[in-house]
C-alpha cells in the first residue's frame, strides 16, 4: 500500500501531521510513506525511521497554478492508494484534484468534499490535553482503521554528531552547566505573532533578576535588530546571564540547542513546537488572533501552560472572528501587559527551576511529604507562610499576628498605610512588611504569593480572628499528608460585635488554606477575589470569625470601595446599565438578604446589613454610570 500525506507550510504543522506517519507505519508496517511537504520544513523529519520517501514542494519554484499542476501530475504518478490531505487549502486541492487514489482522506470542509471519499469533521473544542491541533489530524487515521493511535506526541529525531555538536556550542560560550537553561522564544514568524518587544524585555528581566538560570534567545540573524531592542532593555543582572549570541547556524543546529535546554518560554510558533518535539517543558503567550484550543498542546497546567488574552478579557473578543482581530492585532496586545500573568510564570518556573535542586545535590528544606517513605510519620513541619493585603489596621494588625504565630513566615503587602501598621507589624521578627501601591484586592493578593517561600499558604484578612481550635486544625491538617490542594473554611458573621446567624451569612465561606503550586487569584477580579486551583478541594471543620466594622458609615464605605473596582469590571465587560440595573437589582439585594435569606431574624442588624448592601449595588450603577460620562467627555467631538 502506497500512502502520500499531504501537510504544505509551517514548521508546527509538519511536525504535529508527522504523527500520521509514524501510527500509520505502527498499524500498517509494509506501507510507503511519502510525506509531502515545503522545501523550508524538511530539517524537521530528519532522520524520522517512518518516512519512507519526502516529496519537496518549493515555493519559490513553483509559483502560479500551471506550476502547481505540472508538479501535481508528476506526483500523481507514484499511483498513490491513499492520499491524506491534512493542510485542505487550494495548494492541496489541486494535488488531491489530480490525483488518481482511490482513497482520499481531508476535513469536512463546505464546496469541497467532492474532493474527496473521506470527509472527516472536526470538532471545536479539544476532548484530552493534546489540543485540537493533534487531535483533529488523529482524526484523518480513523478511515484507515486506526481508531487507536500508537502515538499521540510528535519526535524530532537527533544523531550523536548533532548533539555533541550543540554540548560543544555550550563549551565554546562557556555556559555554566550546572544552571537550568532557558529558551526564550523573543520573535513570533511575523509581527501579528510577536508579543510586544517592551513587554517581551520585562518578562526576560523577571526571570534574569529572579532566577538562577542561563538565557537564550531564539532569532532568526534577520531579527536580529530586534532581538537587540529586547536585550538592550534587560537589567545588567539578566544581561549577565544571556548567551545572545548563542545561535545555530542552520534550523537542525537550533534543535540540538534545544535540546540541550530545559524550558522553553515565549511567543506560540515553530520554536516552541520542536521543543515540545524535544521533551522540553513550555510556557506559551499565544497572540490574540490565534485559537488557543488548537495549538495548547499537551497543556497540562504544570509542564505545559500558555496564556491568552482571552484568558483575562473574553468580552473583548465577542463577535469577531481571528482575522478582524488579526487585523487590529496591535489594539489587543496593547492591552496584553506582563502584570497580567506574572504570577503564571512565576508559578511555572517555581515549579521546575526549583526541581533541578533537588534533582542535584543540592540541600532542599522542605522536607517531600509525597515521597516513597510516606509510610514513616512525617516527623517535620511542614512550613507554612501567612500572607495578609493591609490599609490601615492598626485595631486589628496586633491581634492577626497573634493568630499566624504558627507559620515561619509572615508577608505583608501594605497600601501605604498611615495609621500605626507598619509600625506594630515590624516589632514581630517574622514579618516582610512590603510596600505596593493599590490597584486592585486581585493583584495585592497575587503579589504576596509571589513573595512567599513555602508552598502551604494561609490568606486571612485583617479583620478574621483564627480561633485555637482553628490554627491547630490547619497544622495538623497540612503535616499530616493532606488529601486537598486547597481547603474552604466557615466563617462566623460579626457586625457591631453581634454574631450575625441569616442575613445570608450562614453558609458564608471562602478558601483561606492552600497550595501556592496549585493556586492563584483569578485576575479578571479586582474585588471578592476568587482562588482557581489544580487539584481537589476540602473544608476545614473549625470555623473562623469575621469581624466587620462597628458602625454603618464604616460598613458602607467599605461596601463603597467594593462597588468601585466592580464598576471597573463591568466596564471592561462594556456593560451598559439600564434601569433593570440601577432600580430592580439594588431592590432585589435587600429583599434577597433580609426576606429569603432571612435577615429579619437578625433583628435590627439584619436589616442595616441588607439596606447597606442594596445601596452598594445601586452605587456600583452609579460608579459605572460616572466612567462613561467621564470617557465621553475626554473623548474627541468629531
Given at each position: 500500500?502506497?500512502?502520500?500525506?499531504?501537510?504544505?507550510k509551517?514548521?508546527?504543522?509538519?511536525?504535529?501531521?508527522?504523527?500520521?506517519?509514524?501510527?500509520?507505519?505502527?498499524?500498517?508496517?509494509?506501507?510507503?510513506?511519502?510525506?509531502?511537504?515545503?522545501?523550508?520544513t524538511l530539517?524537521?523529519?530528519?532522520?524520522?525511521?517512518?518516512?519512507?520517501?519526502?516529496?519537496?514542494?518549493?515555493?519559490?519554484?513553483?509559483?502560479?497554478?500551471?506550476?502547481?499542476?505540472?508538479?501535481?501530475?508528476?506526483?500523481?504518478?507514484?499511483?498513490?492508494?491513499?492520499?491524506?490531505?491534512?493542510?485542505?487549502k487550494?495548494?492541496?486541492?489541486?494535488?488531491?484534484?489530480?490525483n488518481?487514489?482511490?482513497?482520499?482522506?481531508?476535513?469536512?470542509?463546505?464546496?469541497?468534499?467532492?474532493?474527496?471519499?473521506d470527509?472527516?469533521?472536526?470538532?471545536?473544542?479539544?476532548?484530552?490535553?493534546?489540543?485540537?491541533?493533534?487531535?483533529?489530524?488523529?482524526?484523518?487515521?480513523?478511515?484507515?482503521?486506526i481508531?487507536?493511535?500508537?502515538?499521540?506526541?510528535?519526535?524530532?529525531?537527533?544523531?550523536?554528531?548533532?548533539?555533541?555538536?550543540?554540548k560543544?556550542?555550550?563549551?565554546k560560550?562557556?555556559?555554566?552547566?550546572?544552571r537550568?537553561?532557558?529558551?526564550?522564544?523573543?520573535l513570533?514568524?511575523?509581527?501579528?505573532?510577536?508579543?510586544?518587544?517592551?513587554?517581551?524585555?520585562?518578562?526576560?528581566?523577571?526571570?534574569?533578576?529572579?532566577?538562577?538560570?542561563?538565557?537564550?534567545?531564539?532569532?532568526?540573524?534577520k531579527?536580529?535588530?530586534?532581538?537587540?531592542?529586547?536585550?538592550?532593555?534587560?537589567?545588567?543582572?539578566?544581561?549577565?546571564?544571556?548567551?545572545?549570541e548563542?545561535?545555530?547556524?542552520?534550523?537542525r543546529?537550533?534543535?540540538?540547542?534545544?535540546?540541550?535546554?530545559?524550558l522553553?518560554?515565549?511567543?506560540?510558533?515553530?520554536?516552541?513546537?520542536?521543543?515540545?518535539?524535544?521533551?522540553?517543558?513550555?510556557?506559551?503567550?499565544?497572540?490574540?488572533?490565534?485559537?488557543?484550543?488548537?495549538?495548547?498542546?499537551?497543556?497540562?497546567?504544570?509542564?505545559?501552560?500558555?496564556?491568552?488574552?482571552?484568558?483575562y478579557?473574553?468580552?473583548?473578543?465577542?463577535?469577531?472572528?481571528?482575522?478582524?482581530?488579526?487585523?487590529?492585532?496591535?489594539?489587543?496586545?496593547?492591552?496584553?501587559?506582563?502584570?497580567?500573568?506574572?504570577?503564571?510564570?512565576?508559578?511555572?518556573?517555581?515549579?521546575?527551576?526549583?526541581?533541578?535542586?533537588?534533582?542535584?545535590?543540592?540541600?532542599?528544606?522542605?522536607?517531600?511529604?509525597?515521597?516513597?517513605?510516606?509510610?514513616?510519620?512525617?516527623?517535620?513541619?511542614?512550613?507554612?507562610?501567612?500572607?495578609?493585603?493591609?490599609?490601615n489596621?492598626?485595631?486589628?494588625?496586633?491581634?492577626?499576628?497573634?493568630?499566624?504565630?504558627?507559620?515561619?513566615?509572615?508577608?505583608?503587602?501594605?497600601?501605604y498605610?498611615?495609621?500605626?501598621?507598619?509600625?506594630?507589624?515590624l516589632?514581630?521578627?517574622?514579618?516582610?512588611?512590603?510596600?505596593?501601591?493599590?490597584?486592585?484586592?486581585?493583584?495585592?493578593?497575587?503579589?504576596?504569593?509571589?513573595?512567599?517561600?513555602n508552598?502551604?499558604?494561609?490568606?486571612?484578612?485583617?479583620d478574621?480572628?483564627?480561633p485555637?481550635?482553628?490554627?491547630?486544625e490547619?497544622?495538623?491538617?497540612?503535616?499530616?499528608?493532606?488529601?486537598?490542594?486547597?481547603?474552604?473554611?466557615?466563617?462566623?458573621?460579626?457586625?457591631?460585635?453581634?454574631?450575625?446567624?441569616?442575613?445570608?451569612?450562614?453558609?458564608?465561606?471562602?478558601?483561606?488554606?492552600?497550595?501556592?503550586?496549585?493556586?492563584?487569584?483569578?485576575?479578571?477580579?479586582?474585588?471578592?477575589?476568587?482562588?482557581?486551583?489544580?487539584?481537589?478541594?476540602?473544608?476545614?471543620?473549625?470555623?473562623?470569625?469575621?469581624?466587620?466594622?462597628?458602625?454603618?458609615?464604616?460598613?458602607?464605605?467599605?461596601?463603597?470601595?467594593?462597588?468601585?473596582?466592580?464598576?471597573?469590571?463591568?466596564?471592561?465587560?462594556?456593560?451598559?446599565?439600564?434601569?433593570f440595573?440601577?432600580?430592580?437589582?439594588?431592590?432585589?439585594?435587600?429583599?434577597?438578604?433580609?426576606?429569603?435569606?432571612?435577615?429579619?431574624?437578625?433583628?435590627?442588624?439584619?436589616?442595616?446589613?441588607?439596606?447597606?448592601?442594596?445601596?452598594?449595588?445601586?452605587?456600583?450603577?452609579?460608579y459605572l454610570?460616572?466612567?462613561?460620562?467621564?470617557?465621553?467627555?475626554?473623548?474627541p467631538?468629531?
Amino acid at each position: 500500500m502506497k500512502i502520500l500525506i499531504i501537510q504544505h507550510k509551517m514548521i508546527g504543522d509538519v511536525l504535529i501531521t508527522s504523527l500520521l506517519c509514524e501510527n500509520i507505519k505502527k498499524a500498517i508496517p509494509n506501507a510507503t510513506i511519502d510525506y509531502l511537504v515545503n522545501s523550508n520544513t524538511l530539517p524537521v523529519l530528519e532522520n524520522n525511521p517512518f518516512i519512507d520517501n519526502k516529496i519537496i514542494f518549493d515555493e519559490k519554484e513553483d509559483k502560479g497554478l500551471l506550476k502547481l499542476i505540472q508538479f501535481s501530475k508528476q506526483v500523481n504518478q507514484n499511483k498513490y492508494d491513499v492520499v491524506i490531505d491534512a493542510y485542505s487549502k487550494l495548494q492541496s486541492w489541486v494535488d488531491v484534484w489530480i490525483n488518481n487514489a482511490p482513497k482520499k482522506i481531508s476535513y469536512k470542509k463546505s464546496g469541497r468534499t467532492f474532493l474527496y471519499t473521506d470527509n472527516v469533521i472536526k470538532h471545536d473544542k479539544p476532548n484530552s490535553v493534546l489540543g485540537l491541533a493533534i487531535e483533529h489530524r488523529l482524526e484523518l487515521l480513523k478511515p484507515l482503521g486506526i481508531s487507536t493511535p500508537f502515538a499521540t506526541e510528535p519526535k524530532l529525531y537527533l544523531t550523536e554528531k548533532e548533539i555533541q555538536s550543540a554540548k560543544d556550542l555550550f563549551k565554546k560560550y562557556q555556559v555554566d552547566t550546572s544552571r537550568k537553561a532557558v529558551m526564550t522564544s523573543l520573535l513570533g514568524s511575523d509581527l501579528s505573532k510577536t508579543y510586544p518587544l517592551n513587554q517581551m524585555a520585562k518578562m526576560v528581566d523577571f526571570i534574569g533578576e529572579n532566577y538562577n538560570v542561563n538565557i537564550l534567545f531564539n532569532y532568526f540573524p534577520k531579527q536580529l535588530s530586534q532581538a537587540e531592542e529586547v536585550y538592550n532593555q534587560l537589567s545588567e543582572k539578566t544581561k549577565s546571564k544571556v548567551y545572545f549570541e548563542l545561535l545555530g547556524d542552520d534550523l537542525r543546529q537550533f534543535i540540538g540547542i534545544a535540546n540541550e535546554c530545559d524550558l522553553i518560554v515565549g511567543n506560540d510558533g515553530g520554536s516552541i513546537n520542536m521543543s515540545k518535539a524535544l521533551g522540553k517543558k513550555s510556557f506559551i503567550i499565544f497572540s490574540p488572533w490565534i485559537d488557543k484550543n488548537v495549538w495548547a498542546t499537551f497543556e497540562d497546567g504544570i509542564n505545559h501552560t500558555s496564556v491568552h488574552l482571552k484568558d483575562y478579557f473574553p468580552n473583548k473578543f465577542e463577535g469577531l472572528t481571528n482575522q478582524q482581530i488579526k487585523k487590529d492585532v496591535n489594539s489587543f496586545y496593547m492591552l496584553f501587559d506582563f502584570e497580567l500573568f506574572k504570577s503564571n510564570l512565576k508559578n511555572f518556573l517555581d515549579q521546575h527551576i526549583k526541581e533541578s535542586l533537588k534533582n542535584n545535590s543540592f540541600a532542599v528544606d522542605e522536607p517531600n511529604i509525597n515521597s516513597t517513605n510516606i509510610g514513616l510519620k512525617n516527623t517535620m513541619s511542614t512550613k507554612i507562610s501567612a500572607l495578609l493585603i493591609a490599609y490601615n489596621e492598626e485595631k486589628n494588625i496586633q491581634r492577626y499576628l497573634n493568630d499566624v504565630d504558627f507559620a515561619d513566615e509572615i508577608i505583608i503587602v501594605d497600601s501605604y498605610s498611615t495609621d500605626k501598621t507598619e509600625q506594630i507589624a515590624l516589632q514581630n521578627p517574622k514579618v516582610k512588611f512590603i510596600k505596593r501601591k493599590f490597584d486592585n484586592f486581585t493583584n495585592q493578593r497575587n503579589y504576596a504569593l509571589s513573595i512567599a517561600e513555602n508552598d502551604w499558604i494561609t490568606f486571612f484578612d485583617a479583620d478574621e480572628g483564627i480561633p485555637d481550635e482553628l490554627k491547630k486544625e490547619i497544622k495538623e491538617t497540612v503535616n499530616n499528608n493532606p488529601q486537598f490542594d486547597v481547603y474552604y473554611v466557615y466563617r462566623k458573621f460579626f457586625f457591631k460585635n453581634k454574631y450575625i446567624k441569616y442575613t445570608g451569612m450562614q453558609n458564608d465561606k471562602a478558601i483561606r488554606v492552600f497550595r501556592k503550586s496549585k493556586s492563584r487569584y483569578r485576575l479578571d477580579r479586582m474585588v471578592h477575589e476568587i482562588v482557581e486551583y489544580e487539584g481537589k478541594a476540602g473544608f476545614l471543620k473549625n470555623k473562623l470569625d469575621h469581624y466587620t466594622f462597628d458602625n454603618e458609615e464604616e460598613y458602607l464605605a467599605k461596601l463603597n470601595s467594593y462597588s468601585k473596582l466592580r464598576a471597573k469590571e463591568l466596564r471592561l465587560k462594556n456593560l451598559k446599565p439600564s434601569f433593570f440595573h440601577r432600580k430592580i437589582k439594588p431592590a432585589y439585594r435587600f429583599f434577597n438578604y433580609y426576606i429569603i435569606r432571612l435577615g429579619f431574624l437578625d433583628g435590627q442588624e439584619g436589616y442595616t446589613i441588607a439596606k447597606l448592601h442594596a445601596i452598594s449595588v445601586a452605587n456600583r450603577y452609579k460608579y459605572l454610570d460616572e466612567i462613561y460620562q467621564e470617557e465621553n467627555l475626554k473623548s474627541p467631538i468629531n
